[in-house]
Nanobody
Framework: QVRLVESGGGSAQAGGSLRLSCAAS????????MAWFRQAPGGKREGVAG????????YIADSVKGRFTISLDNAKNTAYLEIDNLKPWDAASYYC???????????????????????WGQGTQVTVSA
């Protein structure tokens, strides 16, 4: 099995930055694609970034491109999501997810489909103040 634990959430001002972490443990071969999703109160869960464990290929959703960066430190078994230039609408619970399979490349937005992922963390809350 795989266990994912997010941290790094909190309150930040609009225009500021946050770095979220996802510490992974368990079967290494079941964490081939790591991703970040977010869900605002009353909203749908939205995929924002994904990264392949083996080759580091990263995917960023168009809605956050230029502000969000995903990275992976395999030695530390930790995935990161850097959020820059925070916007009020970035406020949400952020979840880390892992898939047994590599990140899908087709169709183009498949990496942001939560059905692709087998394991989920409990989430970390991000609040943005004006």
């Amino acid at each position: 099995q795989v266990r994912l634990v997010e941290s790094g959430g909190g309150s930040a001002q609009a225009g500021g930055s946050l770095r979220l972490s996802c510490a992974a443990s368990g079967d290494y071969d079941k964490r081939n694609c790591m991703a970040w999703f977010r869900q605002a109160p009353g909203g749908k869960r939205e995929g924002v970034a994904g990264i392949n464990r083996r080759d580091g290929t990263a995917y960023i959703a168009d809605s956050v491109k230029g502000r969000f960066t995903i990275s992976l430190d395999n030695a530390k078994n930790t995935a990161y999501l850097e959020i820059d230039n925070l916007k009020p609408w970035d406020a949400a619970s952020y979840y880390c997810a892992a898939s047994r399979l590599p990140c899908p490349v087709y169709p183009p937005d498949a990496v942001y489909d939560d059905n692709w992922y087998n394991f989920w963390g409990q989430g970390t809350q991000v609040t943005v103040s004006a």
